[in-house]
C-alpha cells in the first residue's frame, strides 16, 4: 500500500506559503509507516520545532489501474475519509531552500491519520462539493470545499496511473486548503466532513 499526496491544489493555500502554481500536479509519498488509524494520539517528536498539521480529503483506490482515463477514474474508487498531512515545516524549508527532497519533512512515522471511510454513494454527494473542516482547540482553524481544488480527483488519479500503477489501498490525500498552521503538546485537532466529526486527535 502506498499513501500518494498532492500538493499545491488549493490556490489560497499556494500563497498563503509564498509557493508559485504549478503547472503539472504535483504530487510525493509517504510509507506505509506513516498511517495511523484517525483517533490514535499524535506524538510530537523530537526532531523538529515547528510541525505543521494539513487537513485533506483522502480518496481510497479501489482496484488496480495504470493509464487510467480521466473518464473513468470514478470507477476506481468510492470512498473517502479526512486525513491530516503533518509536515515538519522547519526540515521541509530547509531542504526546500537547497532544492533538495523532502520526504524526511512529510514521511516521517504517525505523519498521516487518517479517518473512517464512508461511502459515497451513502454521503450523497459529487466528490467535488464536499465541505471539511479543521478546528484547533474548538476554533475553526481551516475550511475547505474540493469544489476549490485546482486539479479533481479524477485529473489526479488519471495523471498519477501514467506513471505509477495504483492498486487496491492506494490513498491519495489530495491537498489542504488555506489555514495550515503549528502544533504544540496540548492541542486537540477535530476535523469534520459535511459536519460530521471525522477525526479527533491530542498532541502529546
Ligand atoms: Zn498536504
Known sequence: ???????????????ELGNETPEDIIFFLKPDTSLTKGNEDFYFPDFSSDIHYECEVVVKI???????????????????????????????????????????AKGFDYSAPVSEFIMLNDLGKDIQNIDFTLKKNGQIV???????????????????????????????????????????KGDILEAYLEGKPMLKQEIK
Not at 499513501?3 to 491544489?9: E, F, K, Y
Not at 493509464?67 to 515538519?88: F, H, M, N, R
Not at 475550511?143 to 500503477?165: K, P
Open 142 to 184: 481551516q475550511q475547505g470545499n474540493t469544489a476549490y481544488m485546482l486539479h479533481t480527483v479524477d485529473e489526479i488519479i488519471s495523471y498519477i496511473s501514467e506513471f505509477i500503477t495504483l492498486k487496491t489501498g492506494d490513498l491519495i490525500f489530495t491537498g489542504t486548503p488555506k489555514g495550515v498552521g503549528p502544533i504544540q
Open 1 to 15: 500500500m502506498k499513501i500518494l499526496c498532492i500538493g499545491r491544489n488549493y490556490s489560497e493555500h499556494i500563497r
Open 62 to 104: 479501489d482496484k488496480t489501474g495504470k493509464c487510467i482515463p480521466v473518464e473513468y477514474a470514478k470507477k476506481y474508487y468510492s470512498q473517502i475519509a479526512l486525513g491530516i498531512d503533518y509536515t515538519l515545516r522547519d526540515i521541509q524549508s530547509k531542504y526546500k531552500e537547497k532544492g533538495l527532497p523532502w520526504t524526511l
